[in-house]
């Protein structure tokens, strides 16, 4: 079974950086494209980022592009998302999904404020 954990979630003042990580197992990994999807409170969980099986071509949303970088290792099964340039709306629970049919971790908590 499709197992993922997201990890690297935390507490950042505004203009700050963190690095999520989501570890796959269950599943031949370098064969799917990756996805990072948010939650936050009140909100819709929306697609933030992804990426092919092969790194070849990757996608943002428009709220996070410059700022996020997703790539992936595919000899580690690992997904990771580079978030710079922290905003207070960046805040939500951050999932790490295989794309474009869905499967969820646990997600981690990224909150962002002063």
């Known amino acids: 079974q499709v197992k993922l954990v997201e990890s690297g979630g935390g507490l950042v003042q505004p203009g700050g950086s963190l690095r999520l990580s989501c570890a796959a197992s269950g599943f031949t990994f370098s064969n799917y494209a990756m996805s990072w999807y948010r939650q936050a409170p009140g909100k819709e969980r929306e697609l933030v980022a992804t990426?092919?099986?092969?790194?070849?071509?990757?996608s943002y949303a428009a709220s996070v592009k410059g700022r996020f970088t997703i790539s992936r290792d595919n000899a580690k099964n690992t997904v990771y998302l580079q978030m710079n340039s922290l905003k207070p709306e960046d805040t939500a629970v951050y999932y790490c999904?295989?794309?474009?049919?869905?499967?969820w971790g646990q997600g981690t908590q990224v909150t962002v404020s002063s």
């Open positions: 990426i092919t099986s092969t790194s070849v071509i990757t």
């Open positions: 999904s295989t794309y474009p049919l869905p499967h």
